[in-house]
Nanobody, 121 residues
Framework: QVQLVESGGGLVQAGGSLRLSCAASGSIFSINVMNWYRQAPGKQRELVAAISSGGNTNYADSVKGRFTISRDNAKNTVYLQMNSLKPVDTANYYC???????????????WGQGTLVTVSS
């Protein structure tokens, strides 16, 4: 069984920084894309940042220049460094991966449990 464990959320003042981590464990053969999504109260879940197995990255326009996604393939871990945080960044942040199991074929999708980020003004 594969699971994701997220950490790093919390309360921060506007202009501050936080670093989110998401570690995958279990019967993983490989991980393709790793994503961070967020969902604010009353809003739809949106893609914040994505990183491919080769390290190519994509960002939502709203976070470009402020957030940085990275991954450590040896640790099956993805990070989201969030700088210059704004109150509008307040949301639950979810890790999402596409992985291949050691015992199966094809890729499966998995979501983390979410970690709350609150930015005060």
């Amino acid at each position: 069984q594969v699971q994701l464990v997220e950490s790093g959320g919390g309360l921060v003042q506007a202009g501050g920084s936080l670093r989110l981590s998401c570690a995958a464990s279990g019967s993983i053969f490989s991980i393709n894309v790793m994503n961070w999504y967020r969902q604010a109260p009353g809003k739809q879940r949106e893609l914040v940042a994505a990183i491919s197995s080769g390290g190519n990255t994509n960002y939502a326009d709203s976070v470009k220049g402020r957030f940085t996604i990275s991954r450590d393939n040896a640790k099956n871990t993805v990070y989201l460094q969030m700088n210059s945080l704004k109150p509008v960044d307040t949301a639950n942040y979810y890790c999402n991966i596409y992985y291949r199991s050691r015992y199966g074929v094809g890729y499966s999708e998995l979501w983390g449990q979410g970690t709350l980020v609150t930015v005060s003004s």
